[in-house]
């Protein structure tokens, strides 16, 4: 045998044993991102399983028999009246209009105001990130309290999902800059 | 394949180049040889391989998502997509005395004492019976210590530490809206099949596994199904009634939006004495829980029939004046005197007779018509005939076959002599009120426009001119205590005495209401019965209908209405200017 032929051959055992590696290497990544979406299929599975079984907790919990013992027995709810129902723009316009010289007294109900003695208001969590949010998100105030100019809501803004307080706190300071 | 060459040996000389080369060349052809070798057996390995694949292997089986969220029956919804029965992974508790003696040591089954255990498990279950599981643990034979756990509760099981406590998961049927609608859905037997229900019914369907992972819709509205089952219950208990019945049918479609028959049963735990009855409890008339009143029992349903009567009468031409007066003092029929339950003065017309249900001018009315051709007219509205539902369980009309005598006309005029299921008469009430067509009902979801054709029994101008007298009744006759204000209900009370061993029992009734609403276009009928009511406060120490069954409707439709997309409106009525001024005497 030739210097050669030997070369040649020891060249060809390379590119055989390069391509078995190779082979090898590329049926272990298969095997890998197979074996990754069988697992994400469990618990896609595990997790619709979850959430049936909450849903049909819920379900179970707030059947009608439920509602109707709580309507009846608790709240003391009824089906609205015939006179409840608003069916134009203009019967709804006109609970705007004031009231007249020889109208009863409209119906007050009882509520806290902040002067009394309010529990505290208890702190919203992310869902996401277990984490508290920042209040000043929630107060939908500026950080130092004065770029705001105008506020077309009251109360608290809408939270965000992904928690970035930081972000939310930017976008609020900006509508307040633009609003000014 | 290089191992087999031949060995290199040094020839000299032209004799040796020849050999060489006659060697090389047998070494290549067998190299060739043998390469061809390899590939023919490759080959017929692969041939082998496919053929066997293709004959003797089994598919393969896709093990996917798809499979493993396939529910083992399928789901059943109301028409909105609301679950009303699904099959539910559910952990039982099952006790195994043989866990802890499978080393072989032949010790207890338990590690701490039965009394211990069951303590241990009566504070998770608080329902649980502890002398009950005491003994079965103590007894050492295998069984159901529960049928249903909740997941959380599992967990604290087996946090008790007891092998022989077992938890294995089992596909369990669960009714989540608990005991509403138990008798359109029925319920699934140990054998894994449904009785009584749509269960039943859809039985092959929920099982087919190319189908069922598709949800079933039925007609069914789970928030009216709920409000009718609360307002007949209450409306039942209030007047100490046996069972009660109701329905609400869609008059444009024959949709059944709830269906309801008290007392009812838990789908979730069928009892055997849900299903069955002693001799005894037979004898006395009682039924079982399970029995469907508005599909399987049969009744003599009363003045309802008095609408359908004139209009039959209306309808062939009969009564053409509905101000002409009919005598209204008892006469005798073939020995028998019409009567009604209180005098009602000389003389009526047809108005008059339907606001104050009179039996002897519906009479006169039936007279005039002929039997043969009211008898036409029940005919074609079903009545002698099953009712036409996918429920398993409906009962045979008593319909008198062969010619009706004059006497027997009468009496199916004003209700008695025919005795007939409450979907029998929703269903010729949606006939009556809708524009004269009879659909047959149906428990599963129609698409818009894909209503039964059905068939006409009515003229439209009959239905209308009906349409004004039902309201008429509501509005000032025995229907009043039904007229919730705003819905323009229309509807006749109907109190039929019960047959009991010769004759009619005066003391058991059977109190009807069947309304339509709202009148200037009819879109619902709602049919409420009670069965034996008793006079009480409730009722006025009333036992008919206008006192119990009309009050039901009464508060039932303001329920519903909104929800169907009827809202109320008090400017709004059926136009009653031309009736009105026939009926003097009421307020």
Known sequence: MTYQSRIRRIGWFAALGTCIALYALLHLKVNA??????????????????????????????????????????????????????????????????????????????????????????????PLTGQPLDERVLAGDEPDGRNVAVSLVAGPLRVPIAGAAEAAVAEVAMAGAATR | MTAYAAPHTIVTGQAGRVDHRRRALLVARLRLLLIA????????????????????????????????????????????????????????????????????????????????????????????????????????????????????????????GELALELPRETDRHYPQGRMAAHVLGYVAADGHGRVGMEAVLDEYLLDPAR???????????????????????????????????????VDTGEVLALASLPEFDPNDVQSSDVRVTQEQYDRGITAPAFNRVT?????????????????????????????????????????????????????????????????????????????????????????ERPYIELPARGFPIWQSGEWSRI???????????????????????????????????????????????????????????NQLLRMIAVYGTGRNADAPGFRVGGKTGSAEKPGNGGYRQTSLVSTFAAAFPMDNPRYVVVAMLDEPQGTVASSYQRTAAWNAAPIVGRLVPRIGPQLGVLPDADRDIDLTDLRPLVGGVD
Do not use: C
């Open chain 2, 212 to 250: 069922r992972a598709d949800p079933v819709a039925l007609s069914i509205d789970m928030r009216v199904q709920g409000a009718l089952e609360d307002e007949l219950r209450s409306g039942m208990r209030s007047v100490n009634a046996v069972g009660a019945a109701g329905i609400v049918l869609d």
């Open chain 2, 408 to 466: 027997r006309a009468i009496t199916v005029g004003y209700g008695h002599g025919v005795a007939v299921t409450p979907l029998h008469l929703a269903s010729a009430y949606a006939a009556m009120v809708n524009g004269g067509i009879w659909r047959p009902a149906t428990l599963q979801r129609v698409a818009p426009g894909q209503a039964p054709r059905g068939r006409r029994v009515f003229k439209a101008s009959t239905s209308a001119r009906m």
């Open chain 2, 37 to 160: 070798g390899v590939f023919v057996l490759v080959a017929a390995a692969a041939l082998v391989r496919i053929t066997w694949i293709g004959t003797v292997e089994s598919a393969p089986r896709e093990q996917s998502m798809a499979e493993a969220l396939l529910p083992l029956r399928g789901e059943i919804t109301d028409r909105n997509g609301v679950p009303l029965a699904r099959a539910f992974p559910a952990y039982a508790l099952w006790f195994n005395p043989s866990a802890m003696a499978e080393g072989g040591d032949g010790g207890p089954p338990l590690v701490k004492s039965p009394e211990q255990v069951a303590a241990e498990l009566k504070a998770i279950f608080p329902d649980l019976d502890q002398h009950e599981v005491t003994q079965q643990l103590r007894s050492g034979r295998a069984g159901y210590l529960r049928r249903r756990v909740l997941p959380e509760d599992a967990n604290r099981v087996i946090a008790i």
């Open chain 1, 33 to 126: 991102v197979h074996a990754d979406v069988v697992r994400a299929e469990r618990q896609i599975v595990r997790l619709e399983e979850q959430n049936m079984l909450l849903e049909t907790e819920f379900l179970t919990r707030s059947s009608q028999l439920q509602l109707a013992a709580w309507n009846r027995v608790d709240f003391g709810f009824e089906a609205p009246r015939a006179d409840q129902f608003i069916d134009s723009p203009m019967q709804l316009a006109s609970f705007g209009s004031p009231r007249g010289a020889d109208a009863p007294q409209p119906i007050r109900l009882a509520g806290m105001t902040s002067g009394e003695d309010l529990p505290e208001f208890p702190k919203l969590v992310s």
């Open chain 2, 296 to 384: 399987n029992q049969v009744y003599e349903l009363g003045s309802t029939f008095k609408p359908l009567a004139v209009a039959a009468a209306i309808d062939s031409g009969s009564i053409t004046d509905l101000s002409r007066r009919y005598g209204a003092t008892p006469y005798e029929v073939q020995g028998r005197t019409i009567r009604d339950s209180h005098p009602l003065g000389a003389s009526l017309n047809t108005p008059e007779m339907l606001i104050h249900s009179s039996n002897i001018v519906t009479g006169h009315i039936v007279d005039e018509m002929g039997a043969a051709t009211l008898r036409q007219y029940m005919v074609d509205l079903g009545m002698n």
